[in-house]
T-cell receptor
Framework: DAGVTQSPTHLIKTRGQHVTLRCSPISGHKSVSWYQQVLGQGPQFIFQYYEKEERGRGNFPDRFSARQFPNYSSELNVNALLLGDSALYLC????????????FGNGTRLTVT | GQQVMQIPQYQHVQEGEDFTTYCNSS?????IQWYKQRPGGHPVFLIQLVKSGEVKKQKRLTFQFGEAKKNSSLHITATQTTDVGTYFC?????????????FGQGTILTVHP
């Protein structure tokens, strides 16, 4: 079975631009979470979706938004990019949304210049 | 908000030596998970602890969850070069936090052959 797949793997954007990151969960997993990992730190929770509904939101500005599709894949959108948004964006899927181990994808490395 | 702290930040050992990383949460956790991230990779789930005082072993790795469910530790016996990476603890607060995992900042382990 394929693991969690994310696209693109790398992205370079300019301040003020918009970006869309994509994630396909492991087959059978209905919950998708997004995390931001800045170099040298642990992943920080951004969003969790389950059955297309937002189940949780971390301490990120409204420039960050996400959605989940009927096939359980997900998109993370970031508007008005700032230099500080440069990070590894990790998508993780799990069977259920609560207290389940997370299966992470390889991430999207976003660089904002 | 909930904070999870890990110590030490770095640990350099000779191959064959033991290694321990400690994790402390500012709040009581419903469960704690441990992940390993190799350089350039993504976090990979190692184990989940749920019960107060729980101890679990995976070959040379021993995981403990404190009696108060606010701290945890990972001990590796006789480290090998394959143990190199960053070890993260991540806690679930439970309740309305749903599936949000709060990660510690990680302990970077280097093993000298």
């Amino acid at each position: 079975d394929a693991g969690v797949t994310q696209s693109p793997t790398h992205l370079i954007k300019t301040r003020g631009q918009h970006v869309t990151l994509r994630c396909s969960p492991i087959s059978g997993h209905k919950s998708v979470s997004w995390y931001q990992q800045v170099l040298g730190q642990g992943p920080q929770f951004i969003f969790q979706y389950y059955e297309k509904e937002e189940r949780g939101r971390g301490n990120f500005p409204d420039r960050f938004s996400a959605r989940q599709f009927p096939n359980y894949s997900s998109e993370l959108n970031v508007n008005a990019l700032l230099l500080g948004d440069s990070a590894l964006y990790l998508c993780a899927s799990s069977l259920v949304p609560d207290n389940s181990p997370l299966h992470f994808g390889n991430g999207t490395r976003l660089t904002v210049t | 908000g909930q904070q999870v702290m890990q110590i030490p930040q770095y640990q350099h050992v000779q191959e064959g030596e033991d290694f321990t990383t400690y994790c402390n949460s500012s709040t009581t956790l419903s469960n704690i998970q441990w992940y390993k991230q190799r350089p350039g990779g993504h976090p990979v789930f190692l184990i989940q602890l749920v019960k107060s005082g729980e101890v679990k072993k995976q070959k040379r790795l021993t995981f403990q969850f404190g009696e108060a469910k606010k701290n945890s530790s990972l001990h590796i016996t006789a480290t090998q070069t394959t143990d190199v990476g960053t070890y993260f603890c991540a806690g679930h607060a439970g309740g309305t936090s749903y599936g949000k995992l709060t990660f510690g900042q990680g302990t970077i382990l280097t093993v000298h052959p």
